[in-house]
C-alpha cells in the first residue's frame, strides 16, 4: 500500500505553530509520513487564524484552492483547523464543502480519534466544542526545528480587550501542570533541544486558575533551572501582569534571555481604556523602568495598534511620543482590524483606512530609527548566537539569532557548524533588521 502522506499549512502565531506540531505528532502516530506537496497528500491540515481580516482572506484564498485540488485528489481528507475554524463553525462547512473535517482550538490533543473516527464510518464533522479536552496529547510533537521547542503553558485567555478576537475563540484561561511541562521541557533536553519557548496568551495568568497567582514566577525559575536549558523564553507578558518578582527572575537567571516582549497597543490613556487594558501609560512606563534597573542590557519588543476606533491625532501622538521615548528594540505594528464579535467592531468613530495607513507609516518610520540606534550600540561586542543555518539570501553565510532574539548574519568562509550550535560572533555592523559580524576564534 502507498504510503499515507500528511501536509500541514500553517498560519498565525507561536500557539498555533504549536498546535501544529501536536497534529504532525498524532499523524505520524498514525502512520501518516509529512509531504510538503499539499496537492497530492492524503490528509491537509490548514491550521488557521483570525487575528486580523488579513490573515483571513489569505486562508480563505488556500481553502478556495482546495476546491480544484479535489477535484483531482478526490479521497484527499481537508481539515481545517485553529481560531477561524472555531470562529467560522457550521457556517463554514456549507459555505466550503471541500472542507472535511473542522478541529477546533480545544481538540487539538484530540486529532488522532477524531481522525480515526472520520476514517471508519466518515462520522461527525464538527468538532468545535470549546469544552477542553483536558487530558494532554501522550504522544510527542513533532517539531520543526531541531533545536527550539515551543512548550505550551497555557491555552485561552480571560483579557478581553476590545478589539481581540482570541477570547472568543481560544476560550477561557487553562493552565497545565508545571509536572507536565517540566517533564515535557526534560524530555526535549534528552532529544537535543535547547532552547525553550514557553507559550501562553497571558503567560503572566499562568495558575492562577490553579490557585496560586504566583505560579508563573515559579514556574519560570523551575524551568530555567533544568539542566540542559540553555535559553529560556516566554511569551505573551501582559503589562497590567508583569511583576517585579518574574522580572528579577529573568534578569537574574542566565539561561532566561534578556528579551522583554510586552505589548503596549497604545500610548494614550483614553484608548488604552478604550482597548481594557487594565493599565495607564503612566504604569506602563514604570514597568519599562523597572525592566531597564533589572536588566540594564536587556532588549525590549513591543505590539503597537494603530487606527482604534476615536483615536485622534492627539491620541495617536501620545503614541509616537512613548515610542519616541521608550526606544523599543523593535515593534510589531498593526492597523487595526474590525473583528466582528468583539466590542470594538460596534464602536463609533472608525478610522478610514487612508489615516489608518499613514499612521502605522509615521509610526514604523520613528520605531525604524530607534531599532537602528538600538542595534548599533551593539557594535563592537560579542554576541552569544545560535546558529539557524545558511541565510535564506545567500549561501555562504550563516544567520543565528542572539538571546535578545536579533538576526546575525556572518560570512561562513571555512566554518563548520550544525543547527542549533552555540557561537561567539563579534558584532561589525548594525543595520534595521539585522546584525552583521565575524566569527571570533574560540
Ligand atoms: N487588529 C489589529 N491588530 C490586532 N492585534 C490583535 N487584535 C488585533 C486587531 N483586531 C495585534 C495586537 C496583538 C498582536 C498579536 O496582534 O497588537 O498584540
Ligand atoms: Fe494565534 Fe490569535 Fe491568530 Fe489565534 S487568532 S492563531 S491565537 S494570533
Redesign the pocket.
Known sequence: MKNRQYSILNYG?QMNESDAEHFAGQLAELGYSYSEDYHNADIVVVNTCC??ESAEKKILGKIGEFKGIKIENTKQILCLAGCMAQKGGEALLKKYPQIDLLIGTAQVNNFKPIILNYLAEHGQRVHADMKINEQEFEGQAVRESTYAAWIPIMYGCNNF?T????PHVRGRERSRSKENIIAEIEKAVAAGYLEFTLLGQNVNSYGKDLGNSNAFAELLKACSEIKGVKRLRYM?SHPRDMNEEVIKIAAQQKSICKHFHV?V?AGSNKILKAMNRGYTKEKFLSLIAMIRKYAPDAAITT???VGFPGESDADFNETLELVKNIEFDAA?T??????SG?P?ANFEEQIPLAVKKARLNQLMEIQNINSLKKNKELEGTVQEVIVEGPSKNNSSIWSGRTGSNKLVLWPMEDKEYKIGDLVKIKITAAQTWLLKGIAENE
Do not use: E, G, L, N
Not at 163 to 166: D, G, L, N, P
Not at 334 to 339: G, L, M, P, T, V
Open positions: 502565531c487575528v486580523r480587550c478589539y481581540c478576537i482570541v505573551t505589548p497597543q505590539d503597537i495598534i510589531y498593526f492597523i487595526y482590524s474590525k473583528r468583539t470594538a
